[in-house]
Each structure stands twice: as C-alpha cells, then as structure tokens.
C-alpha cells in the first residue's frame, strides 16, 4: 500500500488536508500515489462530514514536482491514445465539487500544476516557486500549460512554458498575475488554507457547491475543448527527430518541407 499520501479528516470543522507525504522525492508523485490521490478525491464525495479540503505538500521544499521519474508508464502505440498517469490525479477529474484549496510551500512544477489547475484557488508560502520544465527537456507542455492558461494571463503562461527551467515565477510575481490568491509569511501558508477551508466548510454546503460548479461551468467548454487535443500534441511531440521530419515533409529542403508553403 502506498504511503505517499497522508489524509487528516476534522470532523468538528469539516476540513480534510490532503499532504503529498514523500518530502525525500520533493514530493513527486509514482503511479501508487497518483493511484491513491484519485480514490481520496472519490471517497470525499460521498463523506459529508468533508465539505472543504486543503492540499499541500510535506516539508519545506516542495508542493510537489510532478510524475516520479522512476514511475515506468507503459505506452499504446497508437498517436492517438497515451496514457497519463496524472491525468486522474485532480479533485476535478473525480468528479469532486467540494472546494479545494492548495497551500503551495516550496517548489511546484510541472505535473503539479494537475493539481493546482484544479484547486478553486491558491494560497503560497513566500518561498514558493512554480515553473514548467518540460521544454527544457524537449517534452510538450499540455496538460499543464493548458490547467494554468485558466488562471494566468495568456503572455504569462507562454513565457513559463517556453522558456522551462530558465524561468522560475516567485510567489509574489504569482500573485501579481492572479495565480495565487495570497502570499503568506514563511511557514504560514498551511494554516492560512486551513483558515480559509473552515471558513467556507462552516456555510451551507449546498450552495458552497453550487457555486463551485457555477465557477467551473464559466470556463468548462474552453477548458474541454483545449484538453481534448493535449494527448495528440503530446505523441507528435515525443516522436523522434527523423519521425517528425517525415511528418512534416522537412526532410531536405533545410526545414521547410512540401507540407509548409508560405503564401
């Protein structure tokens, strides 16, 4: 049984803080824990003693960075179908409309933002630091720059992307593109989600997910759409060089094959 995840339930307040428990691996996610944060978001849905949920990352150094680099995921050979392990990781994905809120301490990066991308909203330590390093290491960025292209201004979320390692957005520059909704003391932000959790756990739950829903419902078919030509964007991308240029129709005219004509 995977122990990369830690669940503590208030039932006299109705929170549930969800921790990513493997701080040794900057709390990166193998296919047991993915496993795991899928079943807790399901079981929340049906215990009514949970009606707001925090989740965080243990330790000081990281939210979370994304799949494990050890975790072995298989892979259909059809360009049409891949399989994501973190696709599956969010509240969203498991139909949970319960309020999230994500209390980001230390680096969040690449597959973390399946999880931020779908917390109603973001509170951040003042060290915390979110990039995307897929492109750094010639992966397409889709799932990801598509769940924070909802929250971050269009220029933002391309200049992240694009520019991978090499750009690494503080806590306070995440605020100030709407990102994050707060920036708390170092060590703070833990309680600071907790406080903003009870707060909204102590009204009606009905209408607390309702409008949960509603939020959602506003950017639902944008978001739908964008996601639905992610795993195409991700299997052209991973294709060998020779593969692409064959693709392409650039194998010998210096880049700009028969498949590309400027008019």
């Known amino acids: 049984m995977s122990t990369g995840l830690r669940v503590e339930r208030d039932e006299k307040t109705g929170v549930a803080v969800v921790t990513l428990d493997r701080p040794a691996k900057h709390n990166a996610i193998d296919l047991d824990t993915a496993a ?22 243990a330790g000081d150094k990281a939210f979370c960075t994304g799949i494990d680099r050890g975790a072995e995921v298989p892979q259909p050979t059809s360009p049409y179908s ?22 980001v301490n230390g680096m969040a990066c690449g597959g973390a933002f399946y999880l931020l ?22 992966m397409v960025s889709a799932y990801e720059s598509i769940a924070m292209a909802q929250r971050m201004p269009f220029g933002e979320v391309a200049r992240m992307s ?17 990102l ?3 920036v708390t003391p170092d060590g703070g932000v833990l309680a600071a989600a907790v406080e903003c959790a009870r707060t909204v756990a102590g009204y009606p739950a009905g209408a607390v997910e309702g409008t949960v829903r509603a939020v959602w419902a506003a950017k639902e078919a944008a978001r739908a759409q964008a996601l639905a030509h992610a795993p195409h ?28 004509r400027l008019r």
């Open 233 to 260: 964007l991700i299997a052209l991308g991973n294709l060998p060089p020779e593969q692409q240029a064959d693709l392409f129709g650039a194998r010998s005219s210096g880049g700009r094959g028969s498949g590309f």
């Open 36 to 57: 795991e944060l899928a079943a807790t978001w399901r079981e929340f849905r049906f215990d009514d003693t949970v009606r707001a949920v925090v989740v965080t990352g």
């Open 117 to 138: 991308g779908e917390a109603e909203f973001l509170l951040a330590d003042e060290r915390a630091t979110f990039f995307d390093p897929h492109t750094t290491y010639g």
């Open 82 to 103: 891949i399989d994501d392990p973190l696709v599956a990781i969010g509240p969203k994905a498991n139909d949970l409309w319960k309020p999230v809120i994500a209390a």
């Open 162 to 178: 694009l520019l991978g390692t090499a750009e690494r957005i503080s806590a306070r520059r995440a605020y100030e593109t709407g």
């Open 180 to 182: 994050v909704s707060e």
